[in-house]
């Protein structure tokens, strides 16, 4: 019995000494860049740590934050989700036409095209987004899809069918009951699109972190084979995760709407790779079953202060989109180098 | 290193012309000192056998022979020469080549492009298909792969993989090939061939340092043997002048005592799983895949039955197929008498089977998670809250009863599955079965790649289980194992069932027999064609 105690001993005293250095230091690494990024902007641009500037990055962090938290699901399943702008393009028309009733003539909603309240526009938003997001997960799974392909075919989907609705005009003027959700603010200072945000993150973390779906969501991810050897229905969980980023899709659409006061074919252009960017910098893994909703919020904010620091020093937006195109690279680098150490210790 | 030159052989622990010296390494990596102060040493022509549990060091060596890491300390010599390797490249032009567990070829390209990748012959710009061709079937028939070199690797045997790997090494001219457990997934056959292979590299001129956890073969194969345990070197030697028992007890520290001792066939229960028929043919999306014809077979409560039979014999598509993880096209089912079918592995759970797959890292662990959510991951039922939430608590004391009942070795719960030895991770698979009180547990090569002292740690679990009264099931490719563990074996080759014999009336040339029936015992399997 000695041996396997003199075993045990070594393998515990190994593994127990967790305070690494450098694992602590992957493991905070996007907090730790983001801490460092405001004290640097802080120096060079005092006004940048001002409340009205911190809550005006967070109020255009929200939109983009609240689809990288569905975002966060998807790849953790090592899936992907390139249809998000065209959806929340597609799901914001909806919202709008359901609030005043009707699309620019060619069709109408409500008693002789009055429209209905927010509350209604919302639900629409959120019911189209559910549906695409149904039927690319049940392509992925039945059809066996690869994501990104299925993802694909809905960004020019998707987009085409906003741009067919909404006859290439935007629909603006809300009332300010439904602009309120984007614009409005609470104890004069907390904008409301914020408190949706970090409202819907506190939320997601409980999902993944303390519900037996969450777990599934990460076995799935980690080992599609084995979860399956064990009982879970993995084309349910992957079908589930598009389903989910579907519903953050509608609400970020419908949050949108209110910031902006208008809907257009066009809204959310480009989203997608802010959005997976967010996700990738906050330490998800692009290989499925690692990561964690706090890292999707700080990488989130990380983005939005690093373009908020770009502008206050009044750097051109094409350099910003440099700057981020660079950052994912070095992120997705940083989490293979932190694998491939761990896979040698 | 004082007396590196003295060229005195009078001690007879050392080879006559050593080729490869290796002394005084150590490496460190963050928090564990991996080695220390370890010699190795292997003469010209000689099959050289590494010894060691798991976690004694031997895979790390090997990584610093080979490249893949540098010493901290210790030095290297080649053929005389001080040598440190600082890639894997650098040792293959030195004429060292390691063959690893997992091999490294890529399946969607052909044997010859796999033998010559990166050094095809031809023109700078342009690759001479012929010329690669001839050369590979140069390399193949002296190893005995009778393959078109044209043939991709995907559909290949993993026999004939390695067959490939070894066809690399040899192109390269190498002077030492390293075989890092070369035949835990090979069957006894294939083992026998593998071993005529590295006899016949070892009569021109080669050496061979070969790892492995079955020490049958070290008497069978090796000259000489080197023993590590716990980073550090234990002793080498003659393998002529020793016996399996000194070995062991140079590997464990302690004596094992009879490894594989005499148990009577208990008695058992009524008939827990009844399978009538079992059939599943090929079909065109799936051309290669091993057909079952025919396959009853009937398991006892408090029963351990043996699955014997080659590799490609169809047992663990038998073993599939009853857990609902492959569809079949006829046949049968039973649970207790009861007819039942399933449409995936959660009906078969539902109604009390589980089955611990043959592959742990690929099929049944999720590496990065916590070995809590690995253990618990098919137990949800038993601790959740509401059904949706987990109660950690409950979870916790879970974990805990486990670890006890199956003394699994860990720093805490929440620590990554990944970490744990071979031994503990299979514990772990074993404990997340057992927590569900599985009727019939279906267990796929229990102990591959684990070492002797987590083997038998294994083996005693399986008795336990099948004494309170599961219907164990246990698939392997070592005889040793089936002989020691199950009470009633049955044979498989090619897809149907060969015979069934008492563990009292079997030993391995009888068993050997049945899983080779009709045809003679063919040295060679045919592979699925």
């Known amino acids: 019995m000695t041996i396997a105690k003199t075993n045990a001993k070594l393998g515990e005293a190994g593994e127990a000494r967790g305070v690494d250095v450098f694992g602590f230091v992957a493991r905070f690494a996007p907090t730790i860049f983001l801490l460092v990024l405001m004290a640097m902007f802080a120096i060079i641009e005092p006004r940048f740590l001002s409340s009205i500037n911190l809550f005006n990055v967070m109020r255009q962090v929200s939109i983009t934050g609240l689809l990288a938290i569905g975002m966060t699901f998807v790849i953790l399943t090592a899936g992907i989700d390139l249809s998000i702008g065209s959806l929340v393009a ?45 039927l690319q997960g049940l392509a992925i799974t039945r059809l066996k899809v690869p994501p990104f392909v299925v993802t694909l075919g809905g960004m020019s989907a998707f987009r085409g069918a906003a741009l067919l609705s909404a006859a290439g005009g935007p629909i603006s003027g809300f009332e300010p009951s439904f602009t309120w959700w984007g614009q409005g603010k609470i104890a004069q200072q907390v904008p409301v699109p914020v408190i949706i945000f970090l409202s819907a993150a506190i939320l997601a973390h409980v999902v993944l972190r303390y519900t037996r779906y969450g777990r599934q969501v990460y076995a799935v991810g980690g080992n599609p084979e084995a979860a399956r050897l064990s009982g879970l229905n993995v084309n349910r969980v992957i079908a589930s995760v598009y389903v989910i980023m579907g519903f953050f899709a509608g609400l970020g659409s419908f949050v949108l709407a209110a910031r902006l006061n208008s809907a257009e074919a066009v809204a959310g252009t480009g989203y997608e790779l802010t959005v997976i960017a967010s996700v990738v910098i906050g330490g998800t893994s692009l290989f499925g079953g690692a990561g964690t909703i706090f890292g999707t919020v700080i990488g989130s904010i990380l983005i939005g202060v690093l373009l908020n620091g770009l502008v206050l020093m009044n750097v051109s937006s094409y350099i910003q989109q440099i700057v981020i195109g660079v950052i994912i690279v070095l992120a997705v680098a940083f989490d293979t180098f932190a694998k491939s150490r761990r896979r040698r210790i | ?67 893949a890491h540098s010493a901290d300390s210790g030095t290297i010599e080649l053929f005389g020469e001080p040598v440190a390797f600082a890639t894997p490249h650098d040792a293959q032009r030195a004429g060292v080549v390691t063959i690893y567990q997992e091999f490294t070829l890529a399946p969607d390209m052909s044997i010859a492009e796999n033998v010559f990748i990166g050094r095809e012959p031809g023109s700078k710009l342009f690759v001479s298909w012929r010329k690669l061709a001839a050369e590979t079937r140069a390399i193949t028939d002296r190893i005995g792969l009778r393959r078109d070199p044209m043939t991709l690797v995907r559909d290949l045997s993993v026999a004939e993989q390695q067959l490939v790997e070894i066809a690399r090494a040899l192109s390269m001219r190498s002077r030492l090939i390293v075989m890092d457990e070369p035949t835990s997934a090979l069957s006894e056959a294939e083992v026998a061939n593998l071993a005529s292979i590295i006899r016949t590299l070892k009569s021109e001129g080669l050496s061979v340092i070969f790892v492995t956890h079955r020490l049958e073969e070290v008497f069978r194969l090796c000259e000489r043997f080197t023993v590590l345990r716990d980073g550090r070197f234990v002793g080498s030697g003659r393998v002529a002048e020793t016996n399996v028992d000194a070995i062991i007890r140079m590997m464990v520290g302690r004596d094992v005592g009879a490894l594989y001792g005499i148990r009577p066939i208990p008695e058992h229960g009524g008939v827990a799983l009844e399978v009538k028929g079992l059939t599943r043919r090929r079909t065109a999306r799936d051309p290669h895949a091993i057909e079952l014809i025919d396959v009853s077979l009937r398991a006892h409560k408090g029963e351990i039955l043996g699955l014997a039979g080659l590799v490609g014999a169809g047992r663990t598509e038998t073993a599939r197929a009853i857990f609902g993880a492959d569809r079949f096209d006829a046949g049968s089912i039973a649970i207790e008498g009861e007819p039942v079918s399933f449409l995936g592995p959660s009906d078969a759970m539902a109604c009390g089977i589980g089955l611990v797959p043959e592959d742990r890292k690929k099929q049944a662990l999720f590496l990065r998670l916590a070995i809590r959510t690995n253990l618990t991951i098919a137990a949800h039922d038993q601790i959740s809250r509401l059904g949706i939430f987990i109660d950690e608590r409950k979870e916790g004391r879970l974990v805990d009863e486990y670890k006890r009942l199956l003394s699994i070795r860990m720093a805490s719960p929440d620590q990554a599955v990944g970490n744990l030895s071979g031994g503990n991770q299979q514990k772990v698979v074993l404990a997340r079965w057992l927590a569900l009180r599985p009727k019939i547990l279906i267990v796929d090569e229990p102990t591959r790649g684990i070492d002797i002292g987590s083997k038998v740690e294994v083996h005693n679990l399986l008795i336990e289980m099948a004494k309170s009264g599961i219907a164990v099931i246990v698939i392997s490719s070592e005889l040793p194992e089936i002989l020691a563990v199950c009470d009633r074996i049955v044979t498989m080759r090619e897809g149907r069932v ?3 014999i008492a563990r009292t009336a079997a030993t391995q040339e009888i068993l050997m027999s049945m899983m080779t029936a009709h045809e003679g015992a063919a040295d060679r399997p045919a592979s699925t064609h």
């Open chain 2, 1 to 67: 290193m004082i007396a590196a030159a003295a060229t005195a052989p009078s001690d007879d622990r050392k080879p006559e012309r050593s080729i490869l010296k290796m002394s005084g390494v150590s490496k460190r990596f963050p928090g564990v000192l991996a080695l220390e102060d370890v010699h190795l040493e292997v003469g010209q022509a000689e099959i050289h056998a590494l010894l060691g549990e798991n976690g004694a060091g031997k895979s790390t060596l090997l990584k610093i022979l080979s490249g």
């Open chain 2, 498 to 500: 060969t015979g069934e």
């Open chain 1, 90 to 134: 597609l799901c914001g028309l909806v919202a709008a036409a359901v609030a005043k009733g009707g699309l620019q003539d060619r069709f109408t909603v409500g008693e002789g095209g009055l429209g209905y309240g927010w509350g209604l526009a919302a639900l629409a938003a959120i019911a189209v987004g559910l549906a695409c997001g149904y």
